[in-house]
């Protein structure tokens, strides 16, 4: 027979209604008594009724989804996926921005759980170290990681193969012949941040080839930080002759400063990305990028957290995914390796080249 809130409150010494408020969240109750019930939940492996509870309710079962970014198109294809597939499902999904804000994801944990959500997928935004006590925002709601683990090895998570992902791109550029590679990273308190540094980084030693430190620049994971980090790339006494921009809204950013420096890519400058998005190809040039499996990734998360909330016990799950290369013109050989009339002087923008030009053309004429 299944466990009941009695059950709980007789093994924790507490009563029914200190278990229903340490359950849903919806007031105060002190730590001890909080471990105490929780205690009494895991051993008597309790969880609630949902199916009861939604037919009393007359209400859809719901589900919390928790992102950093709706405006991401990572994040919006994430959003898709998952409301998709929990229709088909008989769920209905509440959704939550956090703003890339740690307590603004708590805030959301804690009201998911009040409002009695039987799970949460939940893309984290902020470091590990921020989530030592998660539990006391989600007390026994089920939760699933994407993206980023909140607490590896405590949390099902699903997440993409980052340093494949950053070996991919790196190698796809040096394949060209690039030696001169830069990247332009996310923070690195995150998991993608740091991975993908890495990827980037085993690559480069893989191929014999130093890592200058004026080539590694911060974004922010944010377009206006990758449009300042490209910028100083672009004005280096010898710049790159390409660059790896490891997320899609930097790499919107980092396209832009290419442009108003009146460089031209790829003949000028090359450009790899890690993340896909549904305009990358009608840019110009048609932007090369590693694909994350979005939708496969978001609908595993989902029915990872239906096994929990249906009961499924055993250690925490990590799923990898793998990534794909998307080659398209964004990426070519090195200005040095293309045919003179191709290039464009090194540290010189385009249009100082074209004036240069206007300016001999005057001369031989006089």
């Not at 249906?310 to 050989?333: D, M």
């Amino acid at each position: 027979m299944a466990a009941t809130m009695k059950d709980v409150a007789r093994l924790s010494g507490v009563s029914l209604a200190t278990v229903s408020a340490v359950l849903s969240g919806s007031s105060y109750v002190s730590p001890d008594l909080t471990q105490r019930v929780q205690r009494a939940v895991q051993t008597l492996g309790y969880a609630p009724n949902s199916v009861a509870r939604s037919l009393k309710k007359g209400a859809t079962e719901l589900i919390g989804l928790v992102v950093p970014d709706v405006t991401n198109p990572f994040f919006t294809a994430i959003v898709h996926a998952v409301q998709k597939r929990a229709r088909t499902l008989g769920y209905s999904v509440v959704l939550c921005d956090s703003e890339r804000d740690v307590e603004q994801e708590r805030s959301y944990l804690k009201m998911l759980r009040a409002h009695l959500a039987v799970g949460t997928i939940f893309c984290p935004s902020g470091p590990e170290e921020a989530y030592k006590r998660l539990e006391d925002d989600i007390g026994i709601m089920p939760v699933v990681c994407v993206d980023h683990a909140a607490r590896p090895g405590d949390y099902d998570c699903v997440v993409l193969d980052n340093i494949a992902a950053a070996r991919l791109a790196t190698q796809h550029v040096l394949g060209l012949g690039h030696r001169r590679v830069a990247i332009v990273v996310g923070p690195q308190h995150l998991m993608p941040g740091r991975d993908r540094l890495v990827g980037f980084e085993q690559t480069l030693h893989g191929a014999g080839l130093d890592i200058a430190p004026e080539l590694v620049r911060q974004g922010a994971f944010g377009e206006a930080g990758a449009f300042d980090a490209v910028q100083a790339l672009l004005t280096l006494p010898e710049r790159p002759s390409a660059i790896f921009v490891t997320n899609n809204q930097m790499l919107i950013g980092a396209m832009r400063a290419i442009a108003e420096s009146a460089l031209s890519c790829p003949r000028d400058i090359s450009v790899v990305a890690i993340d896909d998005f549904p305009w990358a190809a009608a840019f110009s040039p048609a932007l090369t990028t590693v694909c994350q499996p979005v939708d496969a990734m978001a609908e595993a998360a989902l029915d990872m957290l239906i096994e929990r909330v249906q009961g499924k016990r055993g250690p925490p799950r990590h799923r990898v995914f793998a990534p794909e290369l998307a080659v398209r013109r964004s990426c070519g050989a090195p200005p040095e390796r293309m045919p003179a009339r191709a290039r464009t002087p090194r540290g010189k923008s385009a249009r100082e080249a074209k004036q240069a030009n206007e300016s001999k053309i005057v001369l031989s004429n006089t």
